[in-house]
């Protein structure tokens, strides 16, 4: 019989903590397995700190999706934005199931090229498209979406000299009642300013093709009823079109922004208690659809654009216990193997944590640090979480999204990212940095390579 390991006695305040609709929370649960695989497996397999992601809960979250929207709206396209994850592998796990390609760069456009999808098939978003960019799109046949009037001119140039035509869209900025306001891309709705840049593509119909109208209203979006505004004004410029050019919109796009479960900074309650449904984002924007007078046969294609609440819970981060400390002010802290630098959405989220060991019955109120030698390298200000020891593991919940984007090579290197497949079988889908792999893009002028020290 093994010997217990010894836990000192103390005497702890009796705080409640501030309730939920549910009560206090009053037992705490380990995540000792992904998928079915254990975490100590998995963590001995591929190193300390890890990114795991399901391929499982991919698919079916998407599936989930689909069906929200193509029960209540006939005609339904998605397009995964690469800007959210662009590992090709989890990229090519949305082509397979039939999403699209939606780019914001020429670096993610060229890799939905590379993973295969179509050029016709790539929606090109973004404030920043180089005359090259736009050549290379016109010459794929991708949607380009036009998001300023520099770029509009840009592109009556370039057409004007290649002698081809382009299938566009213009991205429309509008109020839908949630403020602060996205105003900084696109053109304005209640301005004018969106009606003026239509007349302007319409004024050149042998260059270029008007076939959609884009919006992308905001982030984490907390309100289904502005979608439905979105949805609105977006139909009736569509419908303007269609009575002043005689000419039918093909597509409304209604961008990304759904929420996912994390719970937000200074959030009262968690988030996947205050998240509006994926059915409830699908029925405000189709039924304003169906609903706002097109005819059955001029029904425009619903383009969604959705990633956060696609890929967030699909993907976990597995980490190792440093060290204990205590603060000055009595608090407990514990420092763990991955920081901000890994887990960017720490900075908006109180991502979950959870122990990944059994554990005693004891909890506290800690801060959890990450290994940087900087202040503000906090991943949790306060959570109350069981007595951890060094060495212990533990698992982020709902990192998928944008972690794997704006994650920072600083002063520790990026780890291995593990897909966890269909048949429960793990593959390494990118590889943890090294020294060389840092070096290799660093040169060294002659006269600086001897040291004498």
Known sequence: MSKKSYERPYIQKLNTGTM????TKTEYAPVTAIEGVPVKKLIADYGSPVFVISERQI???????????????????????????????????????????????????????????????IIFNGPDKSIEDLSIAVDNESLIHIDH?????????????????????????????????????????ENGQAWNAINKIMSHPELMELVGLHCHIGTYMLSANAYSVAAWKLSDLAMNIQLRYEKTISYLDLGGGFASANTLKGS??????????????????????????????????????????????AAHLLGSVIAIKR?????????????????????????????AQEFSHHVEDMVVYGP?????????????????????????????????????????????????????????????????????????????KSINL
């Open 20 to 23: 939920n609709k549910f009560g």
């Open 149 to 189: 009037l520099d770029e509009l001119y840009l592109l009556v140039e370039l057409l004007e000299n290649k002698k081809k035509k382009a299938r566009v869209a213009i991205r429309v900025n509008m109020d839908t009642g949630i403020y602060p306001m996205w105003d900084r891309f696109g053109f304005n709705y």
């Open 268 to 313: 009262y309650l968690q988030g996947s208690d205050i998240i509006p449904s994926v059915d409830d984002y699908a029925e405000a924007i189709t039924s304003t659809l169906l609903n706002f007078g097109f005819k059955q046969e001029n029904l425009p294609t619903l383009i969604l654009e959705t990633g956060r609440a696609m890929i967030d819970d």
């Open 327 to 355: 603060l000055s002010d009595g608090r407990r802290s514990i420092v763990m193997d991955f920081g901000v630098n890994i887990l960017f959405t720490a900075f908006w989220y109180n991502h979950k944590i959870s122990p």
């Open 59 to 121: 698919r079916k979250t998407y599936h989930e999706a689909v069906r929200a929207f193509k029960t209540r709206y006939p005609k339904v396209q998605f397009a995964w934005s690469y800007k959210t994850n662009y590992l090709n592998a989890v990229c090519n796990i949305f082509h397979q199931e039939g999403s699209w390609a939606e780019v914001v760069s020429m670096y993610e456009y060229q890799k939905a090229i590379q993973n295969g999808v179509p050029g016709k098939k």
């Open 372 to 448: 940087l030698c900087m202040n503000i390298d906090c991943v949790r200000e306060s959570v109350t979480l069981p007595l951890l020891n060094r060495g212990d593991n533990v698992v982020v919940h709902r990192v998928g999204a944008y972690n794997m984007t704006q994650w920072m090579q600083f002063i520790t290197m990026r780890p291995k990212v593990v897909l966890i497949d269909m048949d429960g079988k793990t593959h390494i889908i990118r590889e943890n940095e090294t020294l060389d792999t840092i070096n290799q893009m660093e040169k060294m002028p002659k006269h600086l």
